[in-house]
């Protein structure tokens, strides 16, 4: 029996009205690995946030080695020796390998660096990790791979006790995956409390002692991962009934609209084939980093393919892509509503190369009945309007094209409930008139609820195919994530 | 007809802000020195501002693009000297192929700059301070450093600009009808909305099939085009062409947009403040040797002009606070 190191008993966190955390408890003990699970959204990075001083808890206790502790700045948990490896690596490419390990830390003798000193701790430390690289080499030389050890190893420079891993394995290859694990078996056996997040089933039966099941930031289920089945771990995270508030019409699919053959993107998808047809809602599921939003950006002509065809059957109005990015990609926020909605539209608004303010007041005020948009009318800037109203103003900008095919990235991301049923109405409407949706989300109940067929990308690929009766929370869950 | 088109949040509000404030400025100095407000100042007021507000409406395209023109008054320079040159070498061939020569020359000239930020991707400020120098370097080429000195111009080349129509400079005349253009096309015109989204969100504006590139190439264009012919206007009316030709006259020409509200971030920005962003720094030029301030403080002023509007634009853009302030 591994002696507790760090818990959290009965976390709680908000953010101005929308709980993260819920009553969150984690027990991490000494040389054990304890995999944290959860859907996107269960609370997950704001759990390790509060650990690594990033956020403050608003009620609950932090226990470290018998003791309440308050977490109050990442210098605060550096201090009590917990250290993050973050899913993003942050480096600074321009500084070697050592000082990246040593930033802020710097052994110092009367202000000055003691260069040596701080070169040799490097090696000493990327010695002891095993590490291929060389603690002179500049960071940006790195590949993401060795950018996580070093991240590791700056977290060894304070003689770290806890290490939290977030997502270490989302972005590497298996060779480098298995280098890391056994960097972090070999902290493991020198007794240090190590936290490892991942949605790969594979990498948690492989790796972890200890689970810790999160849904909706509660905590439901934590033991012995030699105890429980891949099976029991995802119907745990699910574990709610898929409601049924969804608008789904049934409509009787009609011509081809889209054809995808073979289509590559080089380091993003490979080999995706499938085919919409008018009046048909696909949902695309998958885990962030699975490559859908860069085959919709490939299939609205953002970037290029690098190999594969994608065709348009004949007559077909076009694509459109309502972005997942709604602020950065999706409205311009100074723009009033009417200036967002005319946009890709001045073609036909502004036939001669001059706009019409009246005639964009007109559509705006078409589209602002149809989608229930909250605003004071035509001339109010986006970015005065709720996340939900921007959204369907960014819906309507595409929808008053006239499209044949309309992607959806993420379409009801961080928007609230009513929102939510509008925008699912709306695609509904636009399949009942004839069009095709490829719908991206990673909210299960949404894909579940509104899709006629489900395509599962995982790294890539296509990897699985669900009719509307087959397509049900495990088994898109499992298709999604290696299990 | 309904409101202002693209409708940045403020900016007709501040427009309106602004010309009250410049009208004020006007009044007060009017009150001060009766003499101000007579025809014949307020003609030459124009007269020694219609330069600059030409520039700056060029330069505004440029900014409002999320670029920059440093190399403005160098292509300036560099057509004004050829203008001069062709005249010297032509001199009976009259002021239309000089105003053309000089628009193309220019245009040329801005489209170089364009080019270079879009397809080569380069940084703005560091194109057009490269091309500044080489514009600037070519001028001692093509002149060998030597002056075009008044007598060895034609006199049609001279007059042009400076005939009178109604009192007021056919130069003025030129400025009036560009201003008139620019608030126009600013408002109406589906380029000037593709310009103001490519700077306002240049990755929305991809989405919505804009490339931001090709807008920053026109607008760089036209700077240029504006700057060439500007170039000729200038020889004709100092009667000088010489390598050091509104020598740092790009910094005046930036700073009338930013005190006429244009955002140095690009996507906002109207004509009308833009030009009286000119008329503003005009004024308060004319006005220092009869207010008894000497012109030494003229730099000093200007400098504190900038910082006070451009803090109150500041102000009012505040959107990317409001937003953080929504979600709390």
Not at chain 1, 264 to 274: K, L, P, T, Y
Not at chain 2, 108 to 118: D, F, S
Request: hydrophobic share 50%; with cysteine; net charge positive.
């Amino acid at each position: 029996m591994h002696p507790s190191l760090l818990t959290l008993t009965d976390i709680r966190k908000s953010f101005g009205g929308v709980r993260a955390l819920e009553s969150a408890c984690l027990e991490l003990r000494r040389g054990a690995v304890t995999a944290l699970i959860g859907e996107n959204g269960a609370g997950k990075s704001t759990l390790v946030k509060i650990l690594s001083g990033i956020y403050q808890p608003d009620a609950g206790e932090i226990r470290f080695d018998g003791t309440a502790v308050r977490i109050t700045s990442p210098q605060a948990a550096r201090a009590l020796g917990i250290g993050v490896v973050h899913q993003e690596c942050l480096a600074f490419d321009n500084l070697s390998v050592a000082e990246n390990l040593f930033v802020n830390s710097q052994p110092t003798r009367g202000g000055l660096v003691k260069w040596s000193e701080l070169r040799a701790r490097a090696t000493t430390i990327l010695r002891e990790l095993g590490a291929d690289f060389d603690a002179d080499v500049p960071a940006g030389r790195l590949s993401i791979a060795q950018k996580h050890v070093m991240q590791i190893a700056r977290a060894l420079t304070h003689e770290s006790r806890v290490l939290i891993f977030d997502e270490p394995t989302a972005s590497l290859s298996q060779r480098e995956c298995a280098e890391l694990f056994r960097i972090v078996r070999k902290l493991r056996d020198a007794g240090c409390a190590l936290l490892f997040i991942s949605h790969k089933f594979e990498e948690i039966f492989e790796l972890a002692d200890r689970y810790a099941v999160f849904r909706d930031g509660v905590s439901v289920s934590a033991g012995q991962v030699s105890d429980v089945t891949s099976d029991e771990l995802i119907s745990l995270m699910v574990g709610r009934p898929v409601s049924q508030l969804f608008p789904k019409a049934e409509i009787q699919p009609g011509a081809e609209l889209l054809r995808v053959e073979h289509l590559c993107r080089a380091g993003e998808f490979e080999d995706v084939s499938f085919a919409l047809r008018g009046g048909e809602i696909v949902g695309l599921y998958g885990l962030v980093g699975a490559g859908r939003t860069e085959l919709a950006q490939v299939l609205f002509g953002i970037n290029a393919a690098s190999s594969g065809s994608f065709t348009l059957a004949a007559g077909t109005a076009g694509v459109a892509l309502v972005p997942e990015d709604r602020q950065g990609q999706g409205a311009v926020l100074p723009f009033s509503v009417a200036a967002n909605i005319a946009l890709p539209n001045l073609a036909t608004l502004a036939p001669r190369g001059w706009c019409s303010g009246a005639r964009e007041s007109a559509l705006a005020r078409q589209w602002i009945d149809r989608l229930g948009i909250k605003a004071q009318g035509p001339e109010q800037p986006v970015h005065h309007l709720s996340g939900g109203n921007q959204q369907k103003v960014v819906i309507a900008k595409w929808l008053a094209r006239n499209p044949g095919v309309l992607i959806l990235d993420e379409p009801t991301k961080g928007i609230d409930v009513g929102a939510k049923a509008a925008v699912h109405a709306v695609t509904s409407e636009f399949a009942r008139a004839g069009g095709a949706v490829l719908m991206i989300s990673s909210d299960l109940p949404e894909i579940i609820g509104m899709s006629d067929r489900v395509l599962v990308m995982r790294r890539g690929k296509v990897r699985g195919h669900f009719t509307r009766a087959q397509a049900t929370s495990e088994s898109l869950l499992r298709a999604a994530s290696d299990a | 007809m309904s409101v202002a088109i693209p409708r940045i949040e403020g900016s007709a509000r501040r427009d309106a802000v602004f010309a009250a404030l410049t009208l004020a400025l006007f009044l007060a100095v009017t009150f001060a020195f009766p003499g101000f407000a007579t025809p014949r100042s307020v003609a030459g007021l124009l007269d020694d501002t219609a330069i600059l507000i030409m520039l700056a409406l060029g330069q505004m395209l440029v900014i409002m693009g999320r670029g920059i023109d440093l190399s403005i008054a160098a292509n300036l320079a560099l057509c004004g000297m050829m203008a001069a040159l062709f005249n010297r070498a032509w001199p009976g061939m009259g002021v239309a192929p000089v105003l053309a020569l000089s628009l193309i020359a220019g245009g040329l000239l801005g489209a170089c700059n364009g080019l270079l930020v879009w397809k080569l991707r380069l940084p703005p400020i560091v194109v057009t301070l490269g091309t500044m120098s080489i514009y600037r370097g070519a001028i001692y080429l093509l002149s060998r450093g030597a002056w075009v000195n008044e007598n060895e111009m034609s006199r049609e080349f001279l007059a042009f600009p400076r005939g009178e129509f109604l009192g007021v400079s056919v130069l003025s005349w030129i400025s009036l009808a560009v201003a008139a253009a620019f608030v126009f096309a600013m408002q109406r015109s589906k380029a000037a909305r593709d310009l103001y989204a490519a700077g306002g969100n240049p990755e929305a504006a991809n989405y919505s099939g804009i490339d931001p590139g090709r807008m920053q190439f026109l607008a760089y264009t036209i700077c240029g085009a504006i700057a060439g012919v500007c170039g000729y206007l200038w020889v004709a009316r100092f009667a000088v062409a010489y390598t050091d030709i509104a020598l740092g006259f790009e910094l005046s020409v930036i700073a009338a947009c930013l005190i006429g509200g244009v955002a140095i971030s690009g996507g906002a920005g109207t004509a009308a403040g833009v030009v009286l962003g000119c008329v503003f720094i005009g004024i308060i030029r004319s006005s220092l040797p009869l207010v008894g301030i000497s012109v030494f403080w003229q730099m000093f002023i200007n400098g504190a002009v900038i910082l006070v509007a451009v803090l109150l634009s500041a102000r009012q853009r505040q959107f990317k606070r409001t937003i953080l302030e929504a979600r709390a």
